[in-house]
């Protein structure tokens, strides 16, 4: 089983900025994409960024320029930087990723969430 724990959510003012953590933990032979996404209070969970093990990015349009999303393939883990956050970031951010676990079996896993409040 692969395990995902994010860090570094928590309360922010408006224009601020926060860094989440995710690292992965488990029997894995390899990690492909890493990716980061959120639910807003009432919404459905959306996409915020993905990287890819070669370092490929994407971004839901609303992020692009403000989110950066990077990965540390030694340590398992995926970062998003966050700036100048607005009150609509408010969300649980959750961490994905998915891949080959020892036996090539693939998996897809998610973090339990973390809580960004972005207050106005």
């Known amino acids: 089983q692969v395990h995902l724990v994010e860090s570094g959510g928590g309360l922010v003012q408006a224009g601020g900025s926060l860094r989440l953590s995710c690292a992965a933990s488990?029997?894995?032979?390899?990690?492909?994409?890493m990716g980061w996404y959120r639910q807003p209070p009432g919404k459905q969970r959306e996409l915020v960024a993905t990287?890819?093990?070669?370092?490929?990015?994407n971004y839901a349009d609303s992020m692009k320029g403000r989110f950066t999303i990077s990965r540390d393939n030694a340590k398992a883990t995926v970062y998003l930087q966050m700036s100048s956050l607005k009150a609509e970031d408010t969300a649980v951010y959750y961490c994905?990723?998915?891949?080959?676990?020892?036996?090539?079996?693939?998996?897809?896993?998610w973090g339990q969430g973390t809580q960004v409040t972005v207050s106005s």
């Open positions: 990287i890819t093990a070669d370092g490929i990015t």
């Open positions: 994905n990723a998915d891949g080959l676990r020892l036996g090539a079996s693939f998996f897809d896993s």
């Open positions: 488990g029997v894995v032979l390899k990690i492909n994409s």
